[in-house]
């Protein structure tokens, strides 16, 4: 009797300690469902405050779909998510035009979802990644409305479609033909705005001045035509000036001068040449010039040019005047060949490295070898005879020894 009632009470006191477990178990696993549906709710209230267009389509809220609003402008997407909400498996799908938009950007789409502690945070983080995409490309802009494209064809017959070289596409940028009173072809390319006329076009052409124009909402393409010929003769005897210059001497730069192109390098002899900065403003007058060469024979013409400075006429050509002032006759396409001037780099035995042609000689009459500054000055650089004082680097010509000087290669902008 006595082992019974102890047994029982054994009994009683081990489902008494089940059940008090029971319970410690399940008022854990309600707190914990608590705390999960307390954070799901916080998450979906900063979400709705975030992305109100963004909603969640079923009870289990493992599937948002809708849209995420960057820059005014709104893209369709649905995000599924796996039972227990992790990211870390999440899938992401978008709309075509979201997945251009997304293109390069995946990897740091995919580290995103891995590293974000919620769909909160990963939803700013995608917002921010496509604020870089849109400022990156800037074509992926909204439809214009119709009467963008009404007011486009009213304005091209107006101007005449044999104006018309090209047009993109999305009929936003337009290329423009014009003709100078020379004869002269000049395109400027015409960009407009999704509020066009409302809004001023942006203009570029091959010129050496800005293109300024002045627009207001009644302005058209053809008041841009107008402005753009009105330049154009404006620059009529600059260009005059450097298509003698072109026509008539050897030029060794740029190797394809464009319209916006002021300085011309024009050749003396062999190793010897002279560069004129032509002012667009007042185009015969006496140009900036630098006489390129050995000393030796470039001496003799830079005397010449200080004395002769007032010889200039500045009603004949710039050619002309660089004739009379230096006393010399530039050669020409009619009686040499380019190659006469065209001599290679004594050290990487090329004519053109990159956009430079040899432009360093050596002073010794009997050498005259030349060398592209840049790689004469990576030569004495190397050497340890050689040194250098602020940015010229002294040493030795690589072919004769003699001494012979480099100022410091410097990047063009």
């Not at 769909?119 to 849109?134: D, I, N, Q």
């Not at 409302?198 to 124009?213: H, I, R």
């Not at 000393?295 to 003799?300: F, I, L, M, N, Y």
């Amino acid at each position: 009797m006595h082992k019974a009632k102890k047994v029982n009470q054994c009994g009683m006191k081990a489902g008494s300690a089940l059940n008090s477990n029971d319970e410690c178990r399940t008022q854990r696993e309600r707190a914990q469902h608590h705390t999960a549906d307390f954070e799901l709710s916080r998450m979906e209230s900063l979400l709705v405050k975030e992305s109100p267009l963004l909603l969640p389509l079923n009870k289990e809220k493992t599937v948002y779909d809708g849209f995420i609003t960057v820059q005014e402008r709104d893209f369709r997407i649905r995000i599924l998510l796996p039972p227990d909400h992790q990211l870390k498996l999440a899938k992401l799908q978008c709309c075509w035009q979201l997945k251009q938009l997304l293109c390069g950007y995946g990897h740091i789409v995919k580290q995103r979802l891995h590293h974000s502690p919620d769909l909160v945070s990963f939803v700013l983080e995608l917002k921010t990644v496509l604020e870089v995409a849109l400022k990156c490309r800037p074509e992926c802009r909204s439809i214009p409305p119709p009467q963008y494209y009404s007011q486009l064809i009213i304005e091209m017959e107006d101007l005449g479609w044999d104006k018309l070289v090209s047009i993109d596409t999305e009929f936003r940028t337009l290329r423009l033909r014009a003709e100078d009173s020379s004869g002269r072809q000049h395109v400027v390319t015409v960009k407009l705005k999704p509020k066009h006329p409302v809004e001023a076009p942006w203009c570029s052409a091959d010129l050496p001045v800005p293109l300024a124009m002045t627009w207001t909402p009644q302005s058209s393409l053809g008041h841009v035509h107008t402005q753009f010929l009105l330049l154009l003769e404006s620059l009529a005897e600059f260009w005059a000036v450097l298509d003698e210059i072109d026509e008539k001497t050897w030029v060794l730069e740029p190797e394809k001068p464009s319209r916006a192109d002021t300085m011309r390098r024009i050749a003396i002899a062999n190793n010897v040449s002279i560069k004129v900065e032509v002012d667009t403003q007042h185009p015969k007058m006496l140009p900036e010039c630098c006489l390129l060469g050995a000393e030796h024979v470039v001496t003799p013409l830079r005397n010449k040019l200080n004395a002769n400075m007032h010889l200039w006429n500045p009603d004949c050509s710039i050619l002309q005047n660089l004739r009379d002032v230096l006393e010399i006759e530039f050669p020409s396409p009619a009686t040499h060949e380019k190659s006469s001037f065209s001599a290679e780099c004594g050290i990487c035995y090329a004519y053109r490295l990159e956009s430079a042609i040899p432009d360093q000689v050596c002073n010794d009459p009997r050498c005259g070898q030349p060398f592209h500054q840049a790689c004469l000055y990576e030569w004495l650089r190397g050497l340890p005879s050689s040194r250098q004082s602020f940015n010229i680097v002294f040493g030795e010509c690589p072919y004769c020894s003699k001494p012979i000087t480099v100022k410091m290669s410097t990047q063009k902008p």
